[in-house]
């Protein structure tokens, strides 16, 4: 089945960057949107931000002009970089992807296991 991949959390001073990415693997035919999401503790999963396929990117309001996501359609992979951090950013980052598997007709929603992003204040 598909896989997701996460990588590039870790611990950041605020007003550090950090550069997520999210590989994706199997039987793949073709990849829609892709996105991040992210958990806070004692909060509810939130979107970040997400791609289509066309490279059309949206954002939640809290992070635009901070963060920009990005994707290699060759790798089947996506970017979330990250800058100007604050502490709210604190979380577990979630990548998402709406994939087609090769023979299949409906798309399958992937999830990552997750990367923790910590920023300290």
């Known amino acids: 089945q598909v896989q997701l991949v996460e990588s590039g959390g870790g611990l950041v001073q605020a007003g550090g960057s950090l550069r997520l990415s999210c590989a994706a693997s199997g039987p793949i035919s073709s990849i829609n949107a892709m996105g991040w999401y992210r958990q806070a503790p004692g909060k509810q999963r939130e979107l970040v931000a997400t791609i289509t396929a066309g490279t059309i990117a949206e954002y939640a309001d809290s992070v635009k002009g901070r963060f920009t996501i990005s994707r290699d359609n060759a790798k089947n992979t996506v970017y979330l970089q990250m800058n100007s951090l604050k502490p709210e950013d604190t979380a577990v980052y979630y990548c998402?992807?709406?994939?087609?598997?090769?023979?299949?007709?409906?798309?399958?929603?992937?999830w990552g296991q997750g990367t923790q992003v910590t920023v300290s204040s």
């Open positions: 998402n992807a709406a994939v087609r598997l090769i023979l299949a007709t409906v798309l399958h929603n992937a």
